[in-house]
Nanobody, 125 residues
Framework: VQLQASGGGLVQVGGSLRLSCAASGRTSGTNSMAWFRQAPGKEREFVGGTTWSGGSTDYADSVKDRFTVSGGNAENTVYLQMNSLKPEDTAAYHC???????????????????WGQGTQVTVSS
């Protein structure tokens, strides 16, 4: 599975961005996908994710009610809609795919089998 993330950029506080993660290759075995982010000097942290069917989502408390994960196997693409952006959302955002069982969104980065390159999001105040 190959993952290609895009859509990052520079945005002002309170603004919005939509990231995309296009999956290609042998995606039929995918059971969930997630977004993680990593700021300089910090650990990579879970942001949000969805089962590949789109039936179940999960979010980190820090982004709940502001960010929305959507998409899945219908388009082979997962999106991260980010609203009400804050300076602390500044980070490189990475998408990840899980093919192992059990099915479900894992909040741990070790729960994923494939990773895309990061796309930078910078929120200016």
């Amino acid at each position: 599975v190959q993952l290609q993330a895009s859509g990052g950029g520079l945005v002002q506080v309170g603004g919005s961005l939509r990231l995309s993660c296009a999956a290609s290759g042998r995606t039929s075995g995918t059971n969930s996908m997630a977004w993680f982010r990593q700021a300089p000097g910090k650990e990579r942290e879970f942001v949000g994710g969805t089962t590949w069917s789109g039936g179940s989502t999960d979010y980190a408390d820090s982004v709940k009610d502001r960010f929305t994960v959507s998409g899945g196997n219908a388009e082979n693409t997962v999106y991260l809609q980010m609203n009400s952006l804050k300076p602390e959302d500044t980070a490189a955002y990475h998408c990840a795919a899980r093919i192992r069982y059990p099915t479900g969104v894992s909040r741990s980065k070790i729960g994923y089998d494939y990773w895309g390159q990061g796309t930078q999001v910078t929120v200016s105040s």
